[in-house]
């Protein structure tokens, strides 16, 4: 056993085991998921018990966004899989070294098909502690290196009980979770505050120029609901027919492409700084505009397009996993993404609405070409139809949303940095070369 890839030196009375051991005298276990021959896509259902796949593997998070679910009977049936508070998850195939805390309000979920869980037990080792000493570099590292098979590693139980660990006192322990708990709970708060932020501009945006609310409203006699008088003045008061479609009077029907464009600036490798903030596919989160995670160009050896800070950037291959956001800083994107511009600065807030709308996304899917990797095009999403206000009324939405797209921006980069430090700290903690003490005033100062 090699412990020291994990920590070069511990603090006198910290010991050094391996997970397995960890595990078998707390009285925990180590375990996969159900096989594919007791869970069926067919068994999923709309409302039941939330059941935890590979895809919900966040950064030490369940994350919570379009999870399967089964039924009551389902998750009776296969009791021994469900997870307890503490519970630690992983995917067992592909990015093997992510893995998810289970928290309180989670209990009782399923832990799912291609995942494999660990429960430390109780006793010597606090669950928040190992969680994060699984996110370790090292460990992380060692994960990597020991998992089965060259294009798709691969977990089992014997590799997860040989994963070096190092046991601090428990105190210690609950000290460090504390301080690297309470850097997540402010990266997770933030996350939630994007939510809302981003909900109230799409319910906005429905409201005004998907079911015309603020012109339905005046033409029954009655102020529109939330708005300032100047705002609400700006919206006719009566519904008319044109083109064959309902929209407000003295509104047109046009195209996308008639408020927005789609830049094409194309770059060359050798134009690209190794440094460069890069974004493919794989960085960009389903049906959310908070792009917060993206890595450097370094190694990128086809052309790429330039985005710039508050671009508008979809996901053109298989548009249907809905991956449309806002780019929170310049950078170089996957050409597999298109990125959208506003003709001018007042359309921005239609051109995200609608872009980022379930509506665009179905018709861009419908008109993709290809069968196994369908993709879209940016002629074809010109052509998508939609109703266009004055320009009084785009500014005065722009004006709503502006602010909000801002404030997500801000939020992504201060939570990078909250998550730099915490994955700063957590060697020198488990290394001894910061004290707990230490630690403290450093994530005081940044809270």
Wanted: with cysteine.
């Amino acid at each position: 056993m090699k412990t020291e890839i994990i920590a070069r030196a511990v603090p006198i009375g910290w010991e050094t085991t391996t997970l397995g051991e960890v595990v078998k005298r707390n009285g925990g276990h180590i375990q996969t998921g159900p096989f594919g021959s007791q869970l069926h896509a067919s068994d999923y259902v709309s409302i039941g018990i939330p059941t935890v796949m590979p895809v919900n593997i966040g950064d030490n998070r369940i994350i919570e966004d379009g999870i399967f679910r089964i039924t009551e009977s389902d998750a009776k049936r296969l009791s021994r899989h469900r997870v307890k508070q503490g519970d630690i998850i992983y995917s067992r195939r592909g990015d093997v070294e992510r893995r998810a805390l289970v928290r309180i309000e989670q209990e009782g979920w399923l832990c799912g098909t291609g995942c494999i869980m660990v429960r430390v037990g109780h006793g010597e080792v606090d669950a928040t502690y190992a969680s994060y000493y699984l996110g370790h570099p090292s460990v992380r590292a060692w994960i990597v290196n020991h998992a089965i098979g060259a294009t798709m590693p691969n977990l089992n139980t014997s590799i997860m009980e040989a994963i070096p660990f190092v046991v601090p006192p428990l105190k210690d322990q609950q000290a460090i979770a504390c301080i690297l708990g309470a850097l997540d709970d402010k990266i997770e708060l933030n996350r939630r505050m994007n939510r809302t932020l981003e909900a109230m501009a799409r319910a906005l945006f429905h409201d005004w120029f998907v079911d015309f609310g603020p012109v339905r409203a005046k033409a029954a006699g009655q102020a529109p609901a939330g708005l300032k008088p100047e705002i609400a003045a700006l919206f006719p008061d009566r519904l008319v027919e044109v083109e064959g479609r309902v929209v407000p009077e003295e509104w047109d029907i046009g195209r996308l492409g008639g408020i927005a464009q789609h830049p094409r600036r194309s770059v060359r490798p050798d134009q690209i700084d190794e440094d460069m903030p890069y974004i493919a596919l794989e960085h960009m989160p389903k049906r959310c505009i908070a792009l917060s995670d993206w890595g450097t160009a370094d190694g990128v050896e086809s052309n790429k397009y330039e985005f710039r800070t508050g671009e508008i950037l979809f996901g053109k291959l298989r548009p249907y996993f809905h991956k449309v956001g806002v780019a929170p800083l310049d950078g170089v994107c996957s050409t597999d993404i298109v990125v959208v511009t506003p003709q001018a600065q007042h359309w921005f807030g239609l051109v995200l609405g609608h872009v980022s709308s379930d509506a665009f996304v179905e018709y861009t899917n419908a008109f993709s070409a290809g069968t196994k990797m369908p993709r879209t095009n940016w002629d074809d999403m010109s052509r998508y139809e939609i109703a266009v206000p004055s320009t009084e009324i785009a500014q005065a939405y722009t004006d709503q949303v502006q602010p909000a797209v801002k404030r997500i921006a801000t939020t992504i980069h201060e939570s990078r940095t909250l998550a730099a430090l915490r994955d700063t700290l957590l060697p020198k903690l488990i290394s001894g070369e910061v004290r707990v003490a230490d630690a403290e005033h450093i994530v005081g100062r940044c809270l």
